[in-house]
C-alpha cells in the first residue's frame, strides 16, 4: 500500500494539522480508514454531512445529475438551481438566493450586496460590524470580518471597513454605529470560536437596533443552519428575521456549495455585471442540494436533532459529576462543545480517535461534536462512553 500520509508531506501544502488517519469509506455516522478501521464520525466533515455518508438520496442526486448535466456556467438557466432557491425561500424568511461554492464566498457576496445596498440607499456606507471570535472565512473580505486577531494580522493589510466588538453585548454595536455603518454581521451561534451561545435576548436587540438605524443584520448560518441546531435556521429560535442570510456547510449534504439569501428589497441591489462566478449554481451542487433540504425539511431532521442533541448533551452533563476536568457543556441541536479546565483537547482527540470516536478539539480546551442529524441514540451512547473513557485517560496519564 503507497504510504499515503508520507506523499501528503511530500505534495500537499502543509497548512493543516490533519489526523493521522487516511480515511476512504463511510456509511451514516460511521467511516472507516484505508486499514480498515472503523469509527464513529462527530465531526460530521465539520458540520457538513448533515445526512451522515453516503446517504443513498445524496449518492443517487449526484449519480443521477452527473449521467445528465454536471455543468453549464450562469450563462443559462438549469433545473436543481431554481429548484433549491425554491425550497430556500419556501423554508425561510427571505426571497431570493445566490449561489456559490462555499462558505466564505458567501460571505464575501453579503459583504458586496451589504456595500451595494449601502453604495444606492445610505450615502456610501461600507462599514460593517462583527463580533470578536466571530468566525466568517478565509478569503479576504471575510477574513477581515472575522474576529480572531490570529487569523487576520499575518495577512494585513486587509479590506477596511470592519470593526469587532464583543459578543453578546448590544451596548457594543450601539457605541460602534456611525454614519458609515451599513450592517451587523454575526453567527447566531458562534462555531468556531468554540460554540458560543447568545445570551437571550441579545440576537433579538440586535435585530431591533438594525431596524432603529436601518443597517442590514447579515446572519452567517453556515455552521448553524440545515437543521443542525435543532430548527432548519437558527434564527427561529431566536424571535429574529435576518436580512441577509450566508449557508454553506450542509446544505448540499457534504457536496460544495454557498448560498446568500436575501429580502427582495436588498437583492434588487445586485445588477448584472456586480457579482458572479463560474461555479456557483452548478448543477451537480444544486441537485445534492434539492436531495438534502428536501430530506432534511420533510423528514423533519431539525427535531430529530433536537431530540438528539438533548440525549448528547445529558450524556455530556453527566460526566461534569465523574470527571474534575470537565468544566461545563453548551451547544443547541448537535452543534455542542464540552469544556475543560486544562488545554488537553488534542489529547483528548487523539485518544478517542485510538478507541474508534473522532471529534474535534475546537479550542485548546473544548472539544466539539457535530454528529449528522440522523445520528442514532446508541451512536450517541456510545461516543459519550468512548470520549468518557478517553478524557479519564488522559486527564490520568503522568504528564
Ligand atoms: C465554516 C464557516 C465559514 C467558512 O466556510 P468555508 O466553506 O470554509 O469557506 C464561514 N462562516 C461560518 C459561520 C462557518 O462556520
Known amino acids: 500500500m503507497p504510504d499515503w500520509i508520507a506523499d501528503e508531506r511530500r505534495y500537499l ?69 431554481i429548484e433549491l432557491a425554491r425550497l430556500l425561500v419556501e423554508n425561510s424568511c427571505l426571497d ?21 445596498w449601502g453604495h444606492d440607499t445610505r450615502n456610501g456606507a461600507f462599514e460593517v460590524i462583527a463580533t ?11 477574513l477581515a470580518a472575522t474576529g480572531t486577531a490570529r487569523y487576520r494580522e499575518p495577512f494585513e493589510p486587509l479590506p477596511p471597513g470592519f470593526v469587532h466588538v464583543p459578543w453578546n453585548d448590544v451596548d457594543a454595536i450601539r457605541a460602534a454605529t456611525t454614519e458609515r455603518t451599513v450592517a451587523v454581521l454575526l453567527e447566531p451561534i458562534q462555531g468556531e470560536g468554540g460554540v458560543n451561545i447568545p445570551a437571550p435576548g441579545y440576537l433579538r436587540a ?3 437596533w438594525c431596524t432603529e438605524r436601518g443597517l442590514l443584520l447579515i446572519l452567517d448560518e453556515i455552521q448553524t443552519g440545515i437543521g443542525r441546531t435543532g430548527t432548519l435556521f437558527a ?26 439569501l436575501a429580502r ?13 462566478t463560474t461555479f456557483g449554481a452548478n448543477p451537480l451542487a444544486a441537485a445534492a442540494g434539492v436531495a438534502t433540504l428536501r430530506h432534511v425539511v420533510e423528514g423533519d431532521l431539525p427535531a430529530c436533532a433536537a ?28 452543534l455542542v462543545a464540552l469544556s475543560l479546565t486544562s488545554e488537553c483537547a488534542g489529547d483528548v482527540v487523539a ?23 440522523t445520528v442514532g441514540d446508541g451512536e450517541i451512547d456510545r461516543a459519550c462512553d468512548i470520549l468518557e473513557s478517553a478524557i479519564a485517560a488522559v486527564t490520568a496519564a503522568p504528564k
Request: a neutral charge; proline letters at 5%; one cysteine or more.
Open 96 to 116: 431570493r438566493v445566490f449561489f456559490c461554492n462555499s462558505g466564505t464566498e458567501a460571505v464575501e457576496a453579503a459583504i458586496k450586496l451589504a456595500r451595494r
Open 13 to 81: 501544502f502543509q497548512n493543516y494539522g490533519r489526523q493521522p488517519i487516511v480515511l476512504d469509506r463511510g456509511e451514516g455516522t460511521r467511516v472507516w480508514d484505508a486499514d480498515g478501521n472503523e469509527y464513529l464520525d462527530f465531526v460530521g466533515g465539520l458540520a457538513v454531512n448533515v445526512l451522515g455518508h453516503a446517504h443513498p438520496l445524496v449518492a443517487e442526486a449526484v449519480a443521477r445529475q452527473a449521467r445528465t448535466l454536471i455543468h453549464t456556467s450562469n450563462l443559462f438557466y438549469t433545473e436543481p438551481m
Open 264 to 276: 427582495e428589497a436588498v437583492a434588487a441591489h445586485l445588477v448584472p455585471g456586480d457579482h458572479g
Open 351 to 373: 485518544e478517542c480517535r485510538r478507541r474508534g470516536l473522532l471529534v474535534n478539539n475546537v479550542r485548546p480546551n473544548a472539544i466539539r461534536l457535530m454528529p449528522p442529524l
Open 307 to 334: 431530540r438528539a442533541g438533548e440525549r448528547l448533551v445529558a450524556r455530556l452533563r453527566s460526566m461534569e459529576d465523574r470527571l474534575p476536568v470537565v468544566s461545563g457543556v453548551r451547544g443547541r441541536g448537535l
Open 235 to 260: 434564527y427561529e429560535q431566536e424571535d429574529v428575521e435576518p436580512d441577509v442570510m450566508t449557508l454553506a456547510k450542509g446544505l448540499a449534504g457534504g457536496v460544495p456549495i454557498g448560498a446568500v
Open 206 to 208: 440586535v435585530r431591533d
Open 132 to 142: 470578536e471570535d466571530g468566525f466568517h472565512g478565509r478569503t479576504m473580505g471575510a
